[in-house]
């Protein structure tokens, strides 16, 4: 099982800012890519699926690049409640079809007022 | 909206216990998995099971720990023998297709003493 590496933080961000998150993957055969949020004590809750042409979704923009092996994370016009882990989490499966995740050990996000 | 559910919430058993955590999956997913956290540390996959039989394990998945759906849907993980450090949250997930997101349970903390 391979890794996904993350920078822990924290970030310390402004309400209002734009906060962007990277993330890389040793496992070029992985499949599947996503960001999940957690907070503290509390499960991973799926954010998005990271898709190689890139998606948004509201104030959240993931991105993926197969040839450097890197996903990334915007989220814009922060809100206090964007405070969290954000995990980045990668499907490796090679080909027995549910191989599991692999997670990073996440992104400590905190908003300040 | 569908979600996954584990019983119980919080279990303390004295080493050596079994204890059996429960999980029931989202009704038509097909693939089932236990994942791990412990204390301030990464989220780390257990084991998955598809068409009533483990699909992949991690090295942390021994012989101490099993896997059951003993009927339509129930999805248990059974340890043996339980030992201080498997002191942790125990999450289990569901999805619909192996590769697809998973779906989170609100875990299960574990405490062995």
């Known amino acids: 099982r391979k890794e996904v590496e993350q920078d822990p933080g924290p970030f310390n961000v402004p309400e209002g800012a734009t906060v962007a998150f990277n993330c890389t993957y040793s496992?070029?055969?992985?499949?599947?890519f996503f960001w999940y949020r957690q907070d503290c004590r509390k499960e991973p809750k799926l954010l998005m699926s990271v898709y190689s042409s890139g998606n948004e979704d509201g104030r959240f923009t993931a991105q993926l690049n197969r040839a450097s092996q890197y996903i990334s994370l915007l989220i814009r016009d922060s809100k206090l409640s964007d405070s969290a882990t954000y995990l980045c989490v990668v499907n490796e499966d090679s080909g027995g079809g549910a191989d599991g995740l692999t997670f990073g050990k996440g992104t400590h996000l905190i908003i300040q007022p | 909206e569908p979600e996954v559910t584990q019983t119980p919430s919080h279990q303390v058993t004295q080493m050596g216990q079994e204890v059996i955590l429960r999980c029931v999956p989202i009704s038509n997913h097909l693939y089932f998995y236990w994942y791990r956290q412990i204390l301030g540390q990464k989220v780390e996959f257990l084991v998955s099971f598809y068409n009533n039989e483990i699909s992949e394990k991690s090295e942390i998945f021994d012989d101490q720990f099993s896997v059951e759906r003993p009927d339509g849907s129930n999805f248990t993980l059974k340890i043996r023998s339980t030992k201080l450090e498997d002191s942790a949250m125990y999450f289990c997930?569901?999805?619909?297709?192996?590769?697809?997101?998973?779906?989170f349970g609100q875990g299960t903390r574990l405490t062995v003493v």
């Open positions: 496992n070029s055969a992985s499949q599947s």
């Open positions: 997930a569901s999805s619909e297709q192996g590769v697809t997101e998973a779906f």
